[in-house]
């Protein structure tokens, strides 16, 4: 008589296994050995290297910033970026940035005059003068003290003066 079919069902999975496990030695070279063997080694590595301290924490230090990259859209702004700034290097031509460095020069030669450093220093000294000279002031509250310096000559020529630098660049905006 025959096999019992219990057995024949235990056996089979096996014989197949055995077949699977089989063919895979003999499809595998030796190349593709080396490179699993290769991988694996590589694979441990990484791993053991998470081991470290440092490396664990700078890994949850990376995800966590990822993940609230992502939550907050951010993740994508970072990738318009980086995909601007590599659009951006792959247009630049050596005559776009001949033209940006003679725009800069262009720019340096009309700005950085003797008399803009002048003007620059003399605003520079005026603002630090006016914040310490407002700082050691004393502080008068209310509206009558307010009145009281808006009717000083001086206080008038300052507000008269900012409010024609103001006019004088809006029109000057507006011709440009």
Same mark, same amino acid.
């Given at each position: ?14 014989? #197949?296994?055995?077949? &699977?496990?089989?063919a !895979?030695?003999? %499809?595998? +070279? =030796?190349?593709?050995? @080396? $490179? ?12 053991d ?10 890994i ?19 990738? #318009?970026?980086?995909? &601007?700034?590599?659009? !951006?290097?792959? %247009?630049? +031509? =050596?005559?776009?940035? @001949? $033209? ?77």
């Amino acid at each position: 008589m025959g096999k019992a079919p219990t057995k024949q069902l235990r056996n089979e999975p096996v014989s #197949e296994l055995e077949r &699977l496990v089989a063919a !895979a030695q003999d %499809a595998l +070279t =030796d190349t593709m050995v @080396e $490179r699993l063997s290769t991988t694996a080694a590589n694979t441990l590595d990484v791993v053991d290297r998470l081991n470290d301290d440092d490396t664990r924490e700078a890994i949850h230090f990376a995800v966590d910033r990822l993940t609230e990259l992502h939550r907050t859209g951010g993740l994508k702004t970072l990738f #318009e970026m980086v995909t &601007l700034l590599h659009a !951006a290097r792959e %247009a630049a +031509t =050596d005559n776009i940035i @001949e $033209r940006m460095f003679a725009f800069f020069e262009h720019m340096l030669n009309n700005v950085a005059t003797e008399e803009m450093a002048i003007l620059a220093d003399n605003l520079r000294v005026s603002v630090e003068q006016a914040a310490a000279q407002t700082q050691a002031a004393p502080v008068k509250g209310g509206l009558v003290s307010t009145i009281s310096m808006l009717s000083k000559p001086e206080t008038q020529r300052s507000l008269q003066f900012f409010m024609a630098m103001g006019e004088s660049l809006q029109e000057n905006q507006r011709n440009s």
